[in-house]
């Protein structure tokens, strides 16, 4: 089975959609809006990854989660990442 296959086994190769502001060892998702009290949370989604030999490094999908990670407020600043 080759790398992209197995991605494509786990979680059916699908995954929340977010951004990795503190690098790939997991993805931060908006997870939970509640306009009344102008918050958000935000949660944490883990993967899995392994060095196959003569193949190189494999990685599933950031499906493992959600761990709640920071809430934010109204006008709160918001870490997005490095600007590209």
Same mark, same amino acid.
């Given at each position: 089975?080759?790398?992209?296959? /197995?991605? @494509? $086994?786990?979680? #059916?190769?699908?995954? +929340?959609?977010? %951004?990795?502001? !503190?690098?790939?060892? !997991?993805?931060? $998702? $908006?997870?939970?809006? #509640?306009? /009344?009290?102008?918050? $958000?949370?935000? /949660?944490? !989604?883990?993967? &899995?990854?392994?060095? &196959? +030999?003569?193949?190189? %490094?494999?990685?599933? +999908?950031?499906?493992?989660?959600?761990?709640?990670?920071?809430?934010? %407020? @109204?006008? #709160?600043? &918001?870490?997005?990442? %490095?600007? @590209?």
């Amino acid at each position: 089975m080759l790398p992209t296959q /197995a991605q @494509e $086994v786990l979680n #059916d190769g699908k995954e +929340p959609t977010g %951004r990795n502001p !503190f690098g790939s060892s !997991f993805k931060q $998702v $908006v997870w939970n809006i #509640d306009e /009344a009290s102008s918050s $958000v949370e935000t /949660a944490m !989604f883990f993967r &899995i990854c392994k060095t &196959i +030999p003569f193949i190189g %490094r494999t990685c599933s +999908p950031y499906f493992i989660g959600p761990v709640p990670f920071i809430e934010y %407020r @109204e006008k #709160d600043p &918001i870490v997005l990442g %490095r600007p @590209e």
